[in-house]
């Protein structure tokens, strides 16, 4: 597995923005608000990921399309 170096500055507890950390069944798109700007979700049904970038239920763009 490839190591990646964090240059966020968070402690070693924080969550990272390097995985999804959570996952949903469809897209994120209208059904689930971002926690916080980045927020990557796991779209379980399609193998896509999401980042959240707004404030509400269609705050997300798709960032990976899984095969």
Not at 37 to 63: A, H, K
Request: charged share 15%.
């Amino acid at each position: 597995m490839a190591e990646t170096v964090d240059l966020s500055g968070n402690s070693p507890t924080d969550v990272k923005l390097s995985h999804p950390n959570r996952s949903n069944a469809g897209s994120p798109v209208g059904s689930l608000t971002p926690a916080y700007p980045g927020e990557l979700v796991l779209d379980t049904t399609n193998f896509r990921v999401w980042r959240g970038y707004g404030e509400g239920t269609d705050g997300w763009q798709p960032v990976y399309q899984g095969a």
